[in-house]
T-cell receptor, first 109, second 113 residues
Framework: SQQGEEDPQALSIQEGENATMNCSYK?????LQWYRQNSGRGLVHLIL?????REKHSGRLRVTLDTSKKSSSLLITASRAADTASYFC?????????FGTGTRLLVSP | DTAVSQTPKYLVTQMGNDKSIKCEQN?????MYWYKQDSKKFLKIMFS???????INETVPNRFSPKSPDKAHLNLHINSLELGDSAVYFC????????????FGQGTRLTVV
C-alpha cells in the first residue's frame, strides 16, 4: 500500500500545550500537505510544504519536512479546545494525494 | 457559496441496489477526485479526473463508475451495492492535478444494509 503512516494515532493534551504529530510516506513527492478533519466533516487544508523546503510556519502551525527520511511533522503550539480534530498528512506525488492514517487530537479545556 | 458540494449527505440502501452520488465544484478547478474513508478513517483515492478525462483508477471494482459531464461535475455511480461499500465518500477538487491544495466536499455517508 502507498498509504503513509502517522503517529501517534491518538493524542490527548491540555489547552495551552503543544501538539506534535509525525507522518511518514513512501513515495517521491512534489510537496506534502496537512489537512484537518472535524468529526463528520470534510477535510480542510492547513499548510503545504514543498519538497525543497525544510520548514514552514503558518500562525500556530509549524511543519518540517525531511525528504531523506520521507517524514514530516506538524506542530501546533498553544493548543485550544477548538483544535480537537483528526489531522492527516498527504504526500503529493505523481497526479495524486496519498493520505496518511491520521492522528486524532483531543485538546481538553 | 459552497466550493465543493456533494449530494446526498446520507444514503442508506439495501444490498444489490444501484445508487449515485453527485459532486459539483464552483472553483473553476481542472481536477476532481473521489476518495473513500472507511470505518478506521483511512482515506484512499478512488478516481481522479482532469478536464473530464479519467487519470487515475485505483483498482476500484467495475461496479464503481465515475462520470464527468463537464469539468465542474464528477458523479459516482455504484452498481450492485455490497456491505463492504459502506463508508464515507468524499469528492474533492484542485486547480491542477496532484500539485496543489485540494478542496473537499462534506462527504456522503453510505450505509448498505
Amino acid at each position: 500500500s502507498q498509504q503513509g503512516e502517522e503517529d501517534p494515532q491518538a493524542l490527548s493534551i491540555q489547552e495551552g500545550e503543544n501538539a506534535t504529530m509525525n507522518c511518514s510516506y513512501k513515495t517521491s513527492i512534489n510537496n506534502l500537505q496537512w489537512y484537518r478533519q472535524n468529526s463528520g466533516r470534510g477535510l480542510v487544508h492547513l499548510i503545504l510544504i514543498r519538497s525543497n523546503e525544510r520548514e514552514k510556519h503558518s500562525g500556530r502551525l509549524r511543519v518540517t519536512l525531511d525528504t531523506s527520511k520521507k517524514s514530516s511533522s506538524l506542530l501546533i503550539t498553544a493548543s485550544r479546545a477548538a483544535d480537537t480534530a483528526s489531522y492527516f498528512c498527504a504526500a503529493t506525488g505523481f497526479q495524486k494525494l496519498v493520505f496518511g492514517t491520521g492522528t486524532r487530537l483531543l485538546v481538553s479545556p | 457559496d459552497t466550493a465543493v458540494s456533494q449530494t446526498p449527505k446520507y444514503l442508506v440502501t439495501q444490498m444489490g441496489n444501484d445508487k449515485s452520488i453527485k459532486c459539483e465544484q464552483n472553483l473553476g478547478h481542472d481536477t476532481m477526485y473521489w476518495y473513500k474513508q472507511d470505518s478506521k478513517k483511512f482515506l484512499k483515492i478512488m478516481f481522479s479526473y482532469n478536464n473530464k478525462e479519467l487519470i487515475i483508477n485505483e483498482t476500484v471494482p467495475n461496479r464503481f463508475s465515475p462520470k464527468s459531464p463537464d469539468k465542474a461535475h464528477l458523479n459516482l455511480h455504484i452498481n450492485s451495492l455490497e456491505l463492504g461499500d459502506s463508508a464515507v465518500y468524499f469528492c474533492a477538487s484542485s486547480q491542477v492535478i496532484g500539485g496543489t491544495e485540494a478542496f473537499f466536499g462534506q462527504g456522503t455517508r453510505l450505509t448498505v444494509v
